[in-house]
């Protein structure tokens, strides 16, 4: 177990329709990042957030949007939802801010489809 | 932009068997992490290196890191079923602020 909690663990809905994901960050972590995994994609980083504060962004499309709380937890919302946005989405934590430089812990991830 | 390719994309051994997973950056490598995946699950942290000829292990798992190369190796001794799984290398970027993901290797290990 990483410490990292995200729900829901699965969510089906219909293309055009909008969900909202939620990840809970490791205790005493300031930053977390979204990914999408996809077969034909691998894992592709989306956003980091810091402390309530944005700061890297990746190839995130502008249907989607997230952002952290006061209380660190975050939501990645996904809008106008499409077919090809079915995937596995996963958050992940760490202490600081150096992203790179910063061991990521995981979350079970939640699995978005789109029908 | 940089990107990790690893090697091979699969590997199919016999239980104790060794094996190596190969990891190459495009770029000059800041960083270079590896994780453990089962099939739709989290990614599970293994190992992170930062200097070059660093070597670490875990168990029965060790990574090396030769930064001339822009390379990294993971070695796992003596295989187990549940070394099973998808390996994924992870580098940071240029710019300190993401993690950029290799494509995995998936091992299958036959009892």
């Known amino acids: 177990d990483s410490g990292v909690t995200q729900t829901p663990k699965h969510l089906i809905t219909a293309t055009g329709q909008r969900v909202t994901l939620r990840c809970s960050p490791r205790?005493?972590?300031?930053?977390v990042y979204w990914y999408q995994q996809s077969l034909d994609q691998g894992l592709q980083f989306l956003i980091q957030y810091y402390n309530g504060e944005e700061r890297a962004k990746g190839n995130i499309l502008e249907r989607f949007s997230a952002q952290q709380f006061p209380d660190l937890h975050s939501e990645l919302n996904l809008s106008s939802l499409e077919l090809g946005d079915s995937a596995l989405y996963f958050c992940?934590?760490?202490?600081?801010?150096?992203?790179?430089?910063?061991?990521?812990?995981f979350g079970p991830g939640t699995r978005l489809l789109v029908l | 932009s940089q990107e990790l390719e690893q090697s091979p994309q699969s590997l199919i051994v016999q239980e104790g068997k060794n094996l190596t997973i190969n990891c190459t950056s495009s770029?000059?490598?800041?960083?270079l992490y590896w994780y453990k995946q089962k099939y739709g699950e989290g990614l599970i942290f293994l190992m992170m290196l930062q200097k070059g000829g660093e070597e670490k292990s875990h168990e029965k798992i060790t990574a090396k890191l030769d930064e001339k190369k822009q390379q990294s190796s993971l070695h796992i001794t003596a295989s187990q079923p549940s070394h099973a799984g998808i390996y994924l290398c992870g580098a940071g970027s240029t710019s300190y602020d993401k993690v950029i993901f290799g494509p995995g290797t998936s091992l299958s290990v036959i009892p």
């Open positions: 205790s005493g972590d300031l930053s």
């Open positions: 770029k000059t490598l800041y960083g």
């Open positions: 992940a934590s760490s202490v600081g801010l150096a992203g790179g430089l910063e061991t990521q812990y």
